[in-house]
């Protein structure tokens, strides 16, 4: 830990300066004690943005010039997906904590070199799953956790949404960048439908189908987990929609959990949302939602593990955001093969 680490001060490398780069530094921005000290700018464009929205950050056009500079106590990775283990890696080696955009990586061998080099350095990772801190989302979670529904039996989350951004370069339209279209928002709900039925353990089987676009980038995709104990979970994404709508219905053996967020858009900061809870034969109950959103849950998200990163802990470590990869890999396999794949348990 540095002395700034030690003084409750986080020096901070942005890796990544594109429109989600840019919204990482505007929410560092409203964090006490958090500082970009460095930018890596992958484009022309995205340096001139620094320049105006940083100009007391240095900006390097060399990713590891960046880290060969020093002067940072953790590192922020937003660019592609198919960087973000490589970039994750080398951070780590040059001795830093690392705040990792979601996938981990899009192999599971690239989640395993993360966490590998997470080990080897002594450092922490900590994944953006935001949604994992929203006051709606994590909501849903602590009302699972208290018995309030008794066991998960069932869930269904549903994305409908307008198509992906293009991305800088078009990187989400490029299968060899992008992953997939699954591991680019999908992994988010998969993440939360095994959070909430964290009790069961892992899925062990995995169904997938899917429809438009082509066999890399499949527009709509639908999903069924399976556990061994017959709890299920059906996931839906729905690419040819409108705005920018989610729904999760969940039953359990003692009750249920509805709740849903709309928006114009995914980053929307007048999204309308709702919250209701059925605990056992009481009458259905509307649970008060202060915000939701992942403008405001970066934030939170980014906060808390800057303060992690002090303490020599993560708030969600690669080991625990694997399982969520494995998922995806597992659906698109299943869907390119047209059958069920089981979930390797080891």
Not at 238 to 246: A, I, K, N, Y
């Amino acid at each position: 830990m540095t002395q700034a680490q030690t003084r409750g001060h986080t020096r901070i490398a942005l890796a990544g300066f594109g429109a989600w780069g840019q919204m990482h530094a505007k929410a560092i921005s409203a964090i006490e004690g958090a500082e970009i000290t460095s930018v890596y700018c992958h484009s022309e464009r995205s340096a001139e943005a620094a320049a105006a929205q940083l100009p007391e950050a240095q900006r390097f056009d060399d990713f590891d010039a960046m880290l060969a500079a020093g002067g940072f106590d953790a590192v922020n990775v937003t660019v592609p997906n198919n960087v973000h283990a490589s970039f994750a890696v080398r951070a780590l080696e040059a001795g830093a904590d690392v705040f990792l955009e979601k996938p981990v990586g899009i192999t599971l061998a690239e989640c395993d070199a993360v966490i590998e080099a997470a080990r080897k350095a002594d450092r922490r990772v900590a994944i953006n799953h935001e949604l994992r801190v929203s006051h709606q989302w994590r909501g849903v979670r602590e009302i699972i956790a208290a018995g309030d529904i008794g066991a998960v039996r069932y869930q269904h989350f549903s994305l409908f949404r307008h198509k992906f951004r293009q991305g800088s370069g078009g990187w989400r339209y490029d299968p060899a960048r992008v992953g997939s279209w699954v591991l680019e928002e999908l992994v988010h709900f998969f993440d939360l439908v095994m959070w909430y039925a964290a009790e069961h353990g892992a899925p062990h089987r995995v169904t997938a189908h899917g429809s438009g676009g082509n066999d890399d980038l499949v527009e709509n995709f639908a999903t069924v987990l399976e556990w061994e104990n017959g709890a299920t979970a059906v996931l839906s994404q729905c690419l040819s929609g409108f705005e920018h709508h989610t729904l999760l219905e969940i039953g359990g053996t003692n009750g249920g959990v509805r709740t849903w967020w709309s928006g114009a858009a995914d980053r929307t900061l007048h999204p309308e949302f709702e919250l209701k809870v059925q605990r056992g034969s009481a009458p259905v109950e509307t649970v008060s939602i202060p915000q939701s959103g992942e403008v405001f849950e970066l934030e939170e998200n980014l906060r808390l593990a800057y303060a992690g990163f002090r303490e020599k802990r993560s708030i969600l470590t690669p080991q625990e955001a694997r399982i969520a990869v494995a998922v995806c890999l597992a659906a698109e396999q299943s869907y390119r093969e047209g059958k069920p794949v089981t979930l390797d348990q080891s």
